[in-house]
């Protein structure tokens, strides 16, 4: 979750999230906007689940 998604995407690319280093470099495939944080944290969760990542790998792979 961000309001800077360039600068978030940057910060992964860039090596600075300890989380995410090793997976580089990141490709955008999907952008979502939610009304709130609550709203936004229940997306984030599902989009990590195994059903969010696999409908993620299918918009990847059209």
Known sequence: MTTDLEARIARHNSGREKTTK???PFELIFTERCGNWA???KREK???SGVGKQQLRKLKNN
């Open 46 to 48: 599902y989009w990590k």
């Open 39 to 41: 709203e936004g944290r």
């Open 22 to 24: 090793p997976y580089r």
